[in-house]
């Protein structure tokens, strides 16, 4: 069973960069032909897709969010990571990482992550 | 991009009742359609995937259906446990979610 774990800091300060790490288990990432993603849900508000990687290190981004997201793999360490620039109060919200599998929809979720952008 | 249109936002129901959601997208996805269900402070919950494939595990009363631009996602019998929150998702270009339909 591929179970996903987020990490990083919880609080980050506006104009700085959000950083999250996902770390996979239960499988290797490299396995199967999967695609990793990361969404974002604000406070009461719906699912917001930030954009995925394979393990060859090909990258989609959603085209609003595409000039300050970063998203790169670590095979060794079965993990891949979320970097977000010039963050700002509208980026607070829980980050997710998921496996956007063969189909294209997320079938392994993590729990969440909440980061707050405050000074 | 390609948008994701739901209906209702919010819909009361009671145990025992057939309930039924939309979702429309803004241009053809063919059956490239995810549901999901999400409980206050959980991660959302794979329900259906390629429009009314249902993910193992997932109780039957659950189903989906549509194709192009038009899709449902129907409970044929609302239990305690379904009262949540309901979102499709389009995959045929990157990946978009509709706004939520919460069931109360």
């Known amino acids: 069973q591929v179970q996903l774990q987020e990490s990083g800091p919880g609080l980050v300060k506006p104009s700085q960069t959000l950083s999250l790490t996902c770390t996979v288990s239960g499988g290797s990432i490299s396995s199967g032909s999967s695609y990793w993603s990361w969404i974002r849900q604000s406070a009461g508000k719906g699912l917001e897709w930030i954009g995925r990687i394979n393990t060859s290190g090909n990258t989609n981004y959603n085209l609003s969010l595409r000039s300050r997201v970063t998203i790169s793999v670590d095979t060794s360490k079965n993990q891949f990571s979320l970097k977000l620039s010039s963050v700002t109060a509208t980026d607070t919200a829980v980050y997710y990482c998921?496996?956007?599998?063969?189909?294209?929809?997320?079938?392994?979720w993590g729990q969440g992550a909440l980061v707050t952008v405050s000074s | 991009d390609i948008q994701m249109t739901q209906s209702p936002s919010t819909l009361s129901a009671s145990l025992g009742d057939r309930v039924t959601i939309t979702c429309r997208a803004s241009?053809?996805?063919?059956?490239?359609l995810a549901w999901y269900q999400q409980k206050p402070g959980k991660a959302p919950k794979l329900l259906i995937y390629k429009a009314s494939s249902l993910e193992s595990g997932v109780p039957s009363r659950f189903s989906g259906s549509g194709s192009g631009t038009e899709f449902t996602l129907t409970i044929t019998s609302l239990q305690p446990d379904d009262f949540a929150t309901y979102y499709c998702?389009?995959?045929?270009?990157?990946?978009?979610f509709g706004q939520g339909t919460k069931v109360e």
């Open positions: 998921s496996r956007d599998g063969f189909g294209g929809y997320f079938d392994y």
């Open positions: 998702q389009q995959y045929n270009s990157m990946r978009t």
């Open positions: 241009q053809r996805i063919s059956s490239w």
